[in-house]
């Protein structure tokens, strides 16, 4: 060996420590976990998936929360007499809400470390006077909830969730099409063979119109030939005959399409899921089981659920409610301070959050929409960004350097995998999250949560790497 190769190696070796040192380097969240970790990841995952089947809707979400937190010993806020370091405290509002309270060892003035997902995804909404008859089929017409392809939402089975109020006043549940022997429900989109004309020339935007998306709910009319929708009447008899319902009472219900069936393991080695509903369920349960690891915390943590995320935070059951601050005022009344509006705006600027809420995975097949240096990838743990929004930054929550900066070290000190990314190129498109809103109370916040392939589709797929990474972040953070 020449002394120039030897001088050649030497250099090579001093940059790659240099490079070593000081260079950014991505790594699957896979090959950071233990053993230990990768059989904690695939049986959390297990329980997560059993969650999602059973809590397809937000109030569906609300009752499993709520079931939780009495299984853990959560009491319901309005019980409990005060809050000592350790009570563990729950509140249902609206039956869409939720929030779990571990009380800590500093007082809440001194501010809460928080975690807020939401529970409402993307799905079809019955309109108020749903049902119809056409070409000898009931059908009945749909309001699209949140951002979606419709060209997605055809072809495929449904199921309805949800609730009706009845003309005398009682509420019922409604869940179809989950069950073995349940019947389901199908949109049927225009065949091939004529579409050529019509369908075919449209953009993809509109290849499926909102007024289009109406679902098949039966065929066989009534005998008698002196009424004239014979198989909407026939619906209307199995309505009222199963569940006491006449056609009026669709005017005080809130029934919900969902993609029927349940959640799988996708992949030979089984290491991601595809289910309906994991934005923002994922961060959701991720959260939730993360309360259980936390015992007397050194701040109050508080654990939130809310509604409407997907179509703007709107509403008294959305993140620009004033259901938080309703909160932090019983929170102060319990632990014995003086509760006004200036006390309630000090602990709620003192505190520190994590809008717990997902983001886009790159798509191999769809990679020029991303901006390869600051794009998040499946497998490659929680997912970090600093803002979203659209364009330059609006409807955005621009997280501090230094926020950012806790939340790094946090990661780092329990080392736990985590990338840091946007959502998409620039002027590509854009999103926001419940963040924005948290921040106008002054609070730092940012959002920490899980890469998504299919986002907004009937299908979505997560990395179990990455949900468990969420998992461990938010066990983190409420500890902090």
């Not at 190696?9 to 240099?18: A, F, G, V």
């Not at 579409?195 to 290849?207: G, M």
């Not at 007024?211 to 309505?239: C, S, W």
């Not at 929409?369 to 979203?388: I, Q, R, T, W």
Request: proline letters at 3%; glycine letters at 8%; charged letters at 30%.
């Amino acid at each position: 060996m020449s002394l120039l190769d030897n001088i050649s190696k030497d250099k090579k070796t001093k940059y790659q420590k240099l490079e070593e040192k000081l260079a950014l380097k991505k790594k699957s969240a896979w090959e950071q976990f233990t053993d230990k970790q990768r059989k904690e990841a695939f049986k959390l995952c297990d329980d997560y998936k059993s969650f999602l089947d059973r809590a397809k809707t937000e109030r569906e979400a609300v009752k499993e929360i709520e079931a939780f937190a009495k299984k853990k010993g959560f009491s319901e806020i309005g019980e409990a007499k005060e809050l000592t370091p350790g009570s563990r405290v729950y509140d249902i509002y609206r039956n869409k809400n939720a929030a779990l309270v571990i009380a800590g060892k500093r007082p809440i003035t001194e501010g809460a470390r928080i975690i807020v997902s939401h529970v409402d995804s993307p799905r079809l909404d019955l309109k108020p006077h749903p049902l119809y008859e056409d070409s000898g089929l009931a059908m009945m017409k749909t309001h699209y909830y949140g951002g979606i392809k419709k060209y997605q939402w055809v072809n495929r089975p449904f199921a309805l969730h949800g609730v009706v109020t009845k003309k005398d006043g009682t509420t019922i549940d409604i869940v179809i099409g989950e069950s073995e022997k349940d019947p389901v429900f199908v949109i049927s989109d225009l065949l091939i063979h004529l579409s050529k004309n019509s369908q075919d020339k449209r953009l993809a935007s509109e290849a499926l119109k909102g007024e289009e998306l109406n679902i098949i709910a039966g065929n066989i009319p009534v005998t008698d030939n002196k009424v004239k929708h014979k198989v909407k009447l026939a619906i209307l008899e199995h309505l009222y005959d199963k569940y006491g319902l006449v056609e009026e009472d669709f005017a005080s219900a809130e029934i919900e399409a969902v993609p029927a069936g349940t959640s799988k393991d996708v992949g030979f080695d089984r290491s991601l899921i595809g289910a309906y509903g994991q934005d923002d369920k994922v961060c959701a349960f991720a959260s939730l089981a993360a309360s259980d690891s936390v015992k007397i915390p050194e701040h109050t943590t508080i654990i939130l659920f809310y509604d409407k995320e997907e179509i703007g935070s709107v509403g008294n059951t959305g993140a620009r409610s004033n259901y938080i601050e309703y909160l932090f005022g019983e929170l102060l009344e319990m632990s014995g301070k003086h509760v006004s509006d200036i006390e309630v705006r000090k602990a709620l600027m003192k505190s520190s959050a994590l809008s717990a809420d997902v983001s886009a995975a790159v798509n191999p097949t769809f990679k020029d929409v991303h901006d390869a240096h600051n794009s998040s990838f499946c497998g490659f743990g929680a997912l970090l960004e600093k803002y979203n929004g659209y364009g330059g930054k609006y409807s955005a929550s621009d997280a501090s350097a230094e926020y950012v900066g806790i939340i790094r070290k946090m990661l780092n000190d329990n080392k736990i995998p985590w990338q840091l990314g946007e959502l998409g190129k620039v002027d590509e498109g854009g999103g926001s999250t419940i963040a924005v809103f948290f921040s106008n109370y002054s609070m730092d916040i940012i959002d920490l949560g899980v890469p998504v392939l299919g986002m907004h589709s009937p299908f979505e797929v997560v990395s179990k790497a990455d949900m468990y990474s969420a998992y461990m972040a938010y066990a983190a953070f409420l500890e902090s």
